[in-house]
């Protein structure tokens, strides 16, 4: 039977959709765009909008019980795939800083457009060991 996860520490669903759903063994996020639950607002700079996609992320599988380092999978949809460096550094620089011991599994696209016309948008796969 899957559960649903809601943090306030992450911005609420923008349509008809859930933060996340745990079944038990895996917890799988929507997509998170860089918006910052606290303010609303979505910083201009891709570094920005990827750390708080991650940190909304991490906000996610934390209040699911688990940490960034039960990540296995993500998947980035970037708006312009020349951005692709900039995204690299932020994210690793997102695992080394959460004591992650190795990368998750990674997916990047380019799409035409994202909610709100923000530049990212990443999702994730966590694994309750």
Do not use: W
Not at 74 to 95: G, P
Request: proline share 5%; hydrophobic share 40%.
């Amino acid at each position: 039977m899957s559960k649903v996860i809601h943090t306030e520490n992450a911005p609420k669903a923008i349509g008809p959709y859930v933060q996340a759903v745990d079944l038990g063994n895996l917890v799988f996020t929507s997509g998170q765009i860089p918006v910052d639950p606290k303010t609303g607002e979505v910083a201009a700079e891709i570094e920005k909008q990827t750390r708080q996609s991650l940190e909304n992320i991490k906000a996610i599988i934390t209040q699911a019980g688990l940490t960034v380092g039960d990540i296995v999978k993500m998947t980035i949809f970037l708006k312009d795939l020349n951005d692709f460096n900039k995204v690299n550094a932020e994210y690793e620089a997102f695992f080394i800083e959460n004591k992650h011991e190795t990368f998750p599994a990674r997916s990047c696209v380019e799409v035409a457009r994202l909610p709100k016309d923000v530049g990212i948008e990443i999702e994730a796969i966590a694994l309750r060991k």
